[in-house]
């Protein structure tokens, strides 16, 4: 049985999640042109690990499209995420100027650890599995109900799945982003667990579309919060 909901009802959903708090993600993608730079330039976002609400950074190269970085951060409300902006950010985002030909940011609100919270930064983890979800209008409460009772305790239980998170951009869009100890261990989820998940979910018919990308971690490019490097929900 899935419960329903009226569309675009957020406070509902998070009520149903059990997620009060508002924590805002950050999903940053890059078409890079000069890697070294960019690479060089990523790792002096190490600089804000001590501003106020920052949760966590990290991110890498994605293994399906040459030249494409992934960023994803998590800032503990919208306040102090505009904070950052307004203040130190475009010091540090200077130091990669020139070295990608493009760069698309997306602003999400975090819905629902996935099997357990995301470390800042993504430690111990090698790969990050994101799928890029646009739900139809009519299925999105039973798509976000689904990530709960099917997708994150089938998820939980393959190995080498570290943990993730679920995040709305708007009433019919979505990012699931889930952490895995190695390629191996995705490889093994998806050919022994995804098919059955997918259709205890009936994704087909909650999906108009999906994108999806395995990335890469650069550790170097990890942000951990001065006072809770291992700790931090993403």
């Not at 406070?11 to 042109?33: P, R």
């Not at 949760?55 to 960023?71: E, F, N």
């Not at 493009?102 to 919270?117: F, G, N």
Request: glycine share 8%; hydrophobic share 45%.
């Amino acid at each position: 049985m899935w419960i329903k909901f009226a569309r675009g009802d957020k406070d509902q959903l998070k009520s149903f999640l059990h997620y009060d708090d508002t924590v805002l993600v950050k999903w940053i993608t890059c078409e890079v042109m000069d890697r070294r730079g960019f690479d060089r330039g990523q790792r002096a976002w190490a600089a804000p690990r001590d501003a106020p609400g920052l949760l966590g950074q990290g991110g890498g190269w994605s293994l399906r499209t040459p030249g494409t970085a992934h960023i994803f951060a998590s800032w503990a409300d919208r306040a102090s995420y505009q904070a950052f902006m307004d203040g130190q950010h475009d010091a540090i985002a200077g130091s990669q100027a020139g070295t990608y030909a493009s760069i698309r940011v997306r602003l999400l609100e975090h819905l629902l650890d996935i099997a357990r919270p995301a470390g800042a930064g993504f430690p111990d983890a090698s790969l990050l599995r994101l799928a890029h979800c646009h739900v139809r209008p009519a299925r999105a409460a039973h798509f976000v109900s689904a990530q709960e009772a099917v997708w994150n305790p089938g998820m939980a239980t393959a190995p080498g799945m570290l943990g993730g998170l679920f995040a709305q951009a708007t009433d019919t869009e979505f990012l699931v982003l889930s952490m895995w100890r190695s390629a191996a261990d995705h490889q093994r989820y998806q050919a022994k667990d995804f098919p059955r998940l997918r259709r205890q979910a009936a994704a087909a018919e909650d999906l108009a579309e999906i994108t999806g990308d395995l990335v890469q971690i650069e550790q170097e490019w990890s942000v951990r919060p001065a006072d809770a490097d291992h700790t931090s929900p993403q």
